[in-house]
């Protein structure tokens, strides 16, 4: 089956999202729809994270189906899934550590750290740009093959420092990306292994086993089943598995990505694949769309009539969330699809599309220039130096806009920086995948 633009436009929306409502200038001053809930309920923002993991889902029928059908290579696929898995997952992990990667010391070494780790760092981009398929013949093979070898040697040296100096006793193990990882090496294994009834029936066993869990199983300690945030069950599991010194440094106590909630994270996921596999069907546009878009009515009936018992809450995923965004996910592709596939209304996608066809790097990359932007000092003094962040934020949007909107259109320019970067590969017909 060929690409499908909806769900790259879709993806391309749900970047933007993600980097718009991930960078506000000050967030004392951000509107109310780009704030995450506090704890129970649902705001556009809480929509950003389960489009992501659904269009993961929807994603593999489309990519791997036709293989499976024919019994093609499944041993391939299987290790295929499990080392894509483990790079996404490395990369959370590399996003939590940069750029410091917790040096415990400062001079010459972190000197060495930093140029290590950005020949390191290039060296891995200008591999993956060369592996593209207009690099394929002359000398670029030979180039892409030193450009390995300089990656491992600098990996090497990293290591060999990291022996003496790293410190990674307060490294965040969950994480956006680590999720997703997650979330795609159990769906990918499930496609791979079920039918879409096999799918259904697991999905289904998640949601209903996690809101027992959550609702009826005592927490150890004495505490009974609740959904606060630092006494819930999912809360108590991290803290126990990870200890607090792993988990989100805001809160320490819970994690927003912990294992447990990942469960229920797994059938949106599901729901994504089951979507795919109604897409890759021979029914007609038509028909695909009104099928998702009814379903997407259903789901979210049913999630809001789930919040009555199981509030809707992102932070623990519970499973009225789940199907909730099921439903919002289904809705929003159903209606991108009505509008590009049927209608032909394509002037609007291109924005959205440069960046959906390289989501993954485009969030990578935002979420290296946020830290960056936080290292790199510009002015102040020697004893409140000021960030690059904070010089731009109110050298050109503080002096000229009201406060929610200076924050705003620091938020956007974040985006526009991303989109630049992604518009450049674009043109070079260059796709960053894993």
Request: a positive charge; hydrophobic letters at 50%; one cysteine or more.
């Given at each position: 089956?060929n690409?499908?633009?909806?769900?790259?436009?879709?993806?391309?929306?749900?970047?933007?999202?993600?980097?718009l409502?991930?960078?506000?200038?000050?967030?004392?001053?951000?509107?109310?729809?780009?704030l995450h809930?506090?704890w129970?309920?649902c705001?556009?923002?809480?929509?950003?994270?389960?489009?992501?993991?659904?269009?993961?889902g929807?994603?593999?029928?489309l990519?791997i189906?036709?293989?499976?059908?024919q019994?093609?290579?499944?041993?391939?696929?299987y290790?295929?899934?499990?080392?894509r898995?483990?790079i996404?997952f490395?990369?959370?992990?590399?996003?939590?550590?940069?750029p410091?990667f917790?040096?415990?010391?400062?001079?010459g070494?972190?000197?060495i750290?930093?140029?290590?780790?950005?020949v390191?760092?290039?060296?891995v981009?200008?591999?993956?740009?060369?592996?593209?398929?207009?690099?394929?013949?002359g000398?670029?093979?030979?180039r892409?093959?030193y450009?390995?070898?300089l990656?491992w040697?600098?990996m090497g040296?990293?290591?060999?420092?990291?022996?003496?100096y790293y410190?990674?006793?307060?490294?965040?193990?969950?994480?956006?990306?680590?999720?997703i990882?997650?979330v795609?090496?159990?769906?990918?294994?499930l496609?791979?292994?079920?039918?879409?009834?096999?799918?259904?029936m697991?999905?289904?066993a998640?949601l209903?086993?996690?809101?027992?869990?959550?609702?009826?199983v005592?927490?150890?300690?004495?505490?009974?089943?609740?959904l606060?945030a630092?006494?819930?069950?999912?809360a108590?599991?991290?803290?126990?598995?990870?200890?607090?010194?792993?988990?989100w440094s805001?809160?320490?106590?819970w994690?927003?990505e912990?294992f447990?909630?990942?469960l229920?994270?797994?059938g949106?996921?599901?729901?994504?694949?089951?979507?795919?596999?109604?897409?890759?069907?021979?029914?007609?546009?038509?028909?695909k769309v009104?099928?998702?878009?009814?379903?997407?009515v259903?789901?979210?009936?049913?999630?809001?009539i789930?919040?009555?018992?199981?509030p809707l809450?992102?932070?623990i995923?519970t499973?009225s969330?789940v199907?909730?965004?099921?439903?919002?996910?289904?809705?929003?592709?159903g209606?991108?699809m009505w509008?590009v596939d049927?209608?032909?209304?394509?002037?609007?996608?291109y924005?959205?599309r440069?960046?959906?066809?390289?989501a993954?790097?485009?969030?990578?990359l935002s979420?290296i220039?946020?830290?960056?932007?936080?290292l790199?000092?510009?002015?102040?003094?020697?004893?409140?130096?000021?960030?690059?962040?904070?010089?731009i934020?109110?050298?050109?949007?503080?002096?000229?806009f009201?406060p929610?909107?200076?924050?705003l259109?620091y938020a956007l320019?974040?985006?526009?920086?991303?989109?630049?970067?992604?518009?450049v590969?674009?043109?070079?017909?260059?796709?960053?995948k894993?």
């Amino acid at each position: 089956m060929n690409r499908l633009l909806s769900l790259d436009v879709m993806r391309g929306l749900t970047i933007a999202g993600m980097i718009l409502v991930n960078n506000p200038g000050d967030w004392d001053q951000v509107y109310a729809p780009l704030l995450h809930a506090d704890w129970h309920g649902c705001t556009p923002t809480d929509w950003v994270f389960p489009f992501f993991l659904f269009m993961v889902g929807v994603a593999i029928p489309l990519a791997i189906g036709g293989r499976k059908d024919q019994n093609e290579g499944l041993g391939a696929l299987y290790r295929k899934i499990l080392v894509r898995s483990g790079i996404i997952f490395g990369l959370g992990l590399y996003l939590a550590a940069f750029p410091k990667f917790r040096f415990n010391t400062t001079g010459g070494m972190l000197t060495i750290h930093y140029i290590l780790l950005t020949v390191a760092t290039l060296s891995v981009f200008s591999r993956e740009i060369l592996n593209q398929s207009q690099f394929k013949g002359g000398p670029w093979p030979q180039r892409r093959q030193y450009v390995s070898w300089l990656a491992w040697v600098a990996m090497g040296g990293m290591v060999l420092i990291g022996i003496f100096y790293y410190d990674f006793s307060n490294l965040r193990i969950p994480g956006v990306l680590q999720r997703i990882a997650l979330v795609y090496l159990a769906c990918g294994f499930l496609f791979l292994k079920s039918s879409p009834k096999g799918q259904l029936m697991v999905a289904l066993a998640l949601l209903f086993g996690y809101w027992a869990l959550m609702t009826l199983v005592p927490v150890p300690g004495g505490i009974a089943p609740n959904l606060e945030a630092e006494t819930n069950l999912g809360a108590w599991f991290d803290r126990t598995v990870l200890t607090t010194n792993h988990l989100w440094s805001a809160s320490k106590t819970w994690d927003p990505e912990g294992f447990l909630s990942t469960l229920p994270a797994i059938g949106t996921g599901i729901a994504g694949m089951l979507t795919g596999e109604w897409l890759r069907s021979t029914r007609s546009n038509q028909e695909k769309v009104s099928g998702v878009l009814a379903l997407g009515v259903i789901c979210l009936a049913l999630g809001l009539i789930w919040n009555e018992v199981f509030p809707l809450n992102k932070k623990i995923w519970t499973s009225s969330y789940v199907v909730y965004m099921a439903g919002v996910s289904l809705l929003t592709l159903g209606a991108i699809m009505w509008l590009v596939d049927i209608k032909g209304w394509q002037s609007w996608i291109y924005p959205f599309r440069v960046m959906g066809v390289n989501a993954l790097f485009a969030f990578v990359l935002s979420g290296i220039l946020a830290k960056l932007s936080f290292l790199i000092k510009v002015g102040g003094t020697p004893e409140e130096p000021l960030s690059l962040s904070s010089w731009i934020y109110q050298s050109f949007f503080v002096p000229f806009f009201a406060p929610k909107n200076a924050s705003l259109g620091y938020a956007l320019l974040n985006v526009l920086v991303v989109w630049l970067a992604c518009w450049v590969l674009y043109r070079r017909k260059i796709f960053v995948k894993v």
